[in-house]
């Protein structure tokens, strides 16, 4: 079964630092390239970053110099590395995986998501 | 950055009814969009994509019109399981969601 299952969430400071994990099942987490997206409580969705599958990455510009994402191509694993997290950033996280295809694709798989408040 | 604005924000309507959400681009996105479902406490789920191609599984009454930047998301007859959240996604310059609109009960 494909499946994507989040890890890492929690209550943070401001300023702090938190690290999400993504573990892939199903397929490789090298096929596709995987995504973050995020969801503020109540409101709508925010895509925040991205790996292809060539290792390059990009950023939301509201994450950009913040945020890190990489991977485990053994563990089949994605990071997201949060740094200097702020109170807008409280929110559902999910991993997400692109669909195959050339160019950009939308998410066919996401995970079940994890919480981030960012709060003193 | 490409903007995506979803009209109405909110829709009140019935079991059979035929329902229609409207999701515009602050530039052209060709076809490259995708529509999604949200039910409250779940992920989203993809149901069209390439702006009018149904993902595996997904019923035949969801249909997806439009290029450039005025797209639509159509449910030919309403049912009970499809009161929920929709967004829209444009993936032609990296990813951009709209605002949602929520179908519910009239």
């Known amino acids: 079964e494909v499946q994507l299952v989040e890890s890492g969430g929690g209550l943070v400071q401001p300023g702090g630092s938190l690290r999400l994990s993504c573990e892939a099942s199903?397929?490789?987490?090298?096929?596709?390239?995987m995504s973050w997206v995020r969801q503020a409580p109540g409101k709508g969705l925010e895509w925040v970053s991205v790996i292809y599958t060539g290792g390059g990455t990009h950023y939301a510009d509201s994450v950009r110099g913040r945020f890190t994402v990489s991977r485990d191509i053994f563990k089949n694993t994605v990071f997201l590395q949060m740094d200097s997290l702020r109170a807008e950033d409280t929110a559902l996280y999910y991993c997400?995986?692109?669909?195959?295809?050339?160019?950009?694709?939308?998410?066919?798989?996401w995970g079940q998501g994890t919480v981030v408040t960012v709060s003193s | 950055d490409i903007q995506m604005t979803q009209s109405p924000s909110t829709l009140s309507a019935s079991v059979g009814d035929r329902v229609t959400i409207t999701c515009r681009a602050s530039q052209s996105v060709s076809s490259w969009l995708a529509w999604y479902q949200q039910k409250p406490g779940k992920a989203p789920k993809l149901l069209i994509y390439?702006?009018?191609n149904l993902e595996s599984g997904v019923p035949s009454r969801f249909s997806g019109s439009g290029s450039g930047t005025e797209l639509t998301l159509t449910i030919s007859s309403l049912q009970p399981d499809d009161f929920a959240t929709y967004y829209c996604q444009q993936y032609n310059t990296y990813w951009t969601f709209g605002q949602g609109t929520k179908v519910e009960i009239k």
């Open positions: 199903g397929f490789a987490a090298t096929i596709n390239y």
């Open positions: 997400v995986r692109g669909a195959r295809g050339p160019g950009l694709r939308p998410f066919d798989i």
């Open positions: 390439d702006a009018s």
